[in-house]
């Protein structure tokens, strides 16, 4: 893009839900990140969380939070707990029995707070984990974590088309490791988005580079960062405070890099997408 003209970006106000992790640990390993022998603490864990969800607030956004549970260590990563596309809310059900009980914590949340149009899905689907909503269409990975046929029924009860994406590389088995959108679609531009080639099988790598032939390429160093795991409201992107040479390539695209944290987040295989829950009415 060098000598073209950067087209102005123009941030969104988003909503967004989010929880506390009051009760943070890594007493299991249900990704290569976790290993329950290295010590993590809460205390630090809530500080950056706090500090996520700060940012977000000092950018414009809205955030709610729901209340931490006992005995659920990973209910901080509330993106894997439903996906909501114009109020419509699709639920989670998680392939991970640790994770479980979350799903109805969250169901009784949005329920609480006046989302009458829930469906609980009968596929496993780790929601936003695996659905990454571009304004236009619904890209869904699958591979280690979410059902190939949740995507049928997420474009059932969501009303929008879905495109499935297989993920290869344990390491970013869920979506949200591996691409994220910098920019909805709008009327008269395509959705950007950024995204680690080789998280993706060949088919899906085509299928990528034929939707989205601008996208920013990521490389391993910012993947293994969890650089793909940012949070962008269309100008501002939310970043672990490692992955600068991503945020470089974002700036020349006229994006403003946000840089945070989640170092400890990051132990459980968490980041700042996988703590933030986008609610879309």
């Not at 709610?64 to 659920?72: F, K, M, N, R, T």
């Not at 169901?107 to 936003?128: Q, V």
Request: aromatic letters at 10%; proline letters at 8%; charged letters at 25%.
């Amino acid at each position: 893009m060098q000598g073209e003209a950067v087209p102005p970006r123009v941030p969104t106000p988003r909503r967004y839900l989010m929880c506390p992790p009051r009760y943070f640990a890594v007493d299991y390993a249900i990704n290569p990140w976790m290993d329950p022998s290295k010590p993590v603490s809460a205390d630090v864990a809530v500080a950056q969380w706090t500090e996520l969800r700060d940012t977000y607030r000092r950018l414009g956004h809205t955030v709610e939070e729901i209340d931490p549970q006992p005995g659920l260590p990973d209910m901080v990563f509330a993106a894997n707990s439903g996906t909501v596309v114009d109020g419509r809310v699709l639920g989670s059900r998680f392939r991970a029995p640790q994770r479980a009980a979350e799903a109805e914590h969250f169901r009784r949340w949005f329920l609480e707070h006046g989302y009458r149009d829930l469906t609980m899905p009968e596929k496993i689907n780790e929601a936003e984990g695996d659905f990454a909503w571009t304004g236009k269409l619904l890209l869904a990975g699958t591979g280690f974590r979410t059902d190939p046929a949740a995507h049928a029924e997420a474009q059932e009860v969501l009303g929008v088309p879905v495109v499935s994406l297989q993920l290869i590389d344990p390491r970013y088995y869920h979506l949200d490791t591996a691409l994220f959108v910098l920019a909805e679609a709008t009327d008269t531009a395509t959705a950007q988005v950024v995204y680690y080639p080789e998280a993706f099988s060949p088919g899906s790598q085509r299928v990528l580079r034929r939707m989205f032939p601008d996208a920013v390429l990521a490389t391993a160093a910012d993947a293994e960062c969890f650089g793909l795991n940012g949070v962008s409201d269309g100008r501002n992107v939310v970043l672990p405070v490692e992955a600068t040479d991503l945020g470089a390539r974002l700036a020349e695209r006229g994006y403003e890099p946000v840089y945070v944290d989640i170092s400890e987040l990051r132990k459980a295989g968490g980041g700042p997408k996988c703590c933030t829950l986008e609610i879309r009415k």
